[in-house]
């Protein structure tokens, strides 16, 4: 293949794309703003050069004073609303609930085995009981996981 046959593949390819047109998401550098929450999306969902003012869907506020992320201030939401955490833990809120989820028991029978110690890594894998398949129980302080519980007779 010569250069110039390269060059006119080159040149078509560019010409076919400028036409047709592709779909782009904005990125912070693309549109020269750092948004906390993230970009509103347009009637087609596809994201805008403009901030979100809420981490919660459809902008809702979030609950004052819950912190539901990881740490040894977490606080549960309310069964009204979700957790929402940032990728990079810049926030942790609790926001209302699309629906309301159906009736779960938080608290299955049985007792948390003792902690190993502290953890260096705090890691929260569920909420609560309901979130463990079976009769595993939501265990731990910092670091919460599935756990197989103790019954005491």
């Known amino acids: 293949m ?3 046959s390269l060059v006119l593949v080159l040149c078509i390819a560019a010409a076919s794309t400028l036409v047709t047109g592709s779909p782009y998401e904005p990125s912070p550098r693309m549109c020269m703003i750092y948004c906390q929450y993230g970009f ?3 009637s087609n969902g596809h994201l805008m050069c403009v901030c979100k003012g809420s981490p ?3 902008e809702e506020t979030p609950l004052a004073d819950y912190f ?3 740490g040894p201030s977490r606080r549960e939401c309310p069964s009204t609303h979700q957790c929402t955490i940032a990728p990079n833990d810049a926030y942790a809120v609790c926001c209302p609930r699309a629906q309301q989820p159906p009736e779960r028991n938080p608290n299955k029978s049985g007792l948390c085995p003792p902690s190993l110690g502290p953890s260096r890594i705090c890691i929260s894998l569920c909420n609560d009981d309901s979130e463990c398949g079976d009769e595993l129980k939501c265990c731990g302080g910092c670091r919460r996981q599935c756990t ?3 019954f005491v007779d």
């Open 56 to 58: 919660c869907d459809d």
């Open 2 to 4: 010569t250069l110039l």
């Open 40 to 42: 509103r999306r347009d």
């Open 148 to 150: 197989k519980p103790i």
């Open 68 to 70: 539901c992320g990881r």
